[in-house]
């Protein structure tokens, strides 16, 4: 099965100050999805990425996927508190099959 | 975008009863959601695939006896907790695969069974 172990486990920012979040796979990532969480609450979905080298950006999220499909990463740019919550990186497998294995999560904080 | 509701958003039980936890896609249809747990402090783990007009995919170590899933309709999938101990208590989350790309979730169920 697959495994996603995602970088730091939690994070304290500085308003204002750029972040990165990895999410590493134990296999090839075929969708790979990036979502943020506040606790109990439903998720909100961020982006999605599927081919090697891509990357897209949000307003002050950007994501990429490595050219190998092992691993993306979250950026980002200016976080404000309105960026706090869990992020979770989610992958499906390939088929087109939309069931999601998650990662392990990243909490952020954002100090105003 | 697309809307996927739960209900209820939380649910106090007594240790034995069974609870009932409804997923509705309100503007698509969904052959396929998805139910997860989640765990205080933990990622979402997947519980259980429900396909409409057919039995559930269950994951691996989840009682399919326990958690009752029903898909009867495009857009309602139920999950019920029988016998809910307080182990059961955690958040639930339902998803739905809108279209290729994206799949939307439900803003969860916290349950806590006495």
């Known amino acids: 099965s697959q495994e996603l172990e995602q970088s730091p486990q939690s994070l304290i920012v500085q308003e204002g100050k750029n972040l990165t979040i990895n999410c590493t796979s134990s296999k090839t990532l075929y969708g790979l999805y990036w979502y943020k969480q506040k606790y109990g609450e439903g998720l909100i979905f961020l982006m999605m990425l599927q081919k090697g080298g891509e990357e897209k950006s949000h307003e002050k999220i950007t994501a990429k996927l490595d050219e190998k499909k092992q691993q993306s990463s979250l950026h980002i740019t200016a976080s404000q508190p309105s960026h706090a919550g869990i992020y979770l990186c989610?992958?499906?497998?390939?088929?087109?099959?939309?069931?999601?294995?998650f990662g392990t999560g990243t909490k952020l904080q954002v100090i105003p | 975008g697309a809307v996927v509701s739960q209900h209820p958003s939380w649910v106090i039980c007594k240790s034995g009863t069974s609870v009932k936890i409804e997923c509705r896609s309100l503007?698509?249809?969904?052959?396929?959601m998805f139910w997860y747990r989640q765990f205080p402090k933990q990622s979402l783990m997947l519980m259980a695939t429900?396909?409409?007009?057919?039995?559930?995919?269950?994951e691996q170590g989840v009682e399919k006896d326990k958690f009752l899933i029903n898909h009867a309709s495009l857009t309602l999938s139920t999950l019920t907790v029988t016998s809910a101990h307080p182990e059961d208590s955690s958040f639930y989350i339902c998803?739905?695969?809108?279209?290729?790309?994206?799949?939307?979730f439900g803003p969860g169920t916290r349950l806590l069974v006495l």
């Open positions: 989610g992958a499906t497998p390939p088929g087109g099959y939309q069931k999601v294995t």
């Open positions: 503007d698509f249809q969904a052959t396929t």
């Open positions: 998803s739905a695969d809108g279209d290729a790309e994206t799949q939307y």
């Open positions: 429900s396909n409409e007009g057919s039995k559930a995919t269950y």
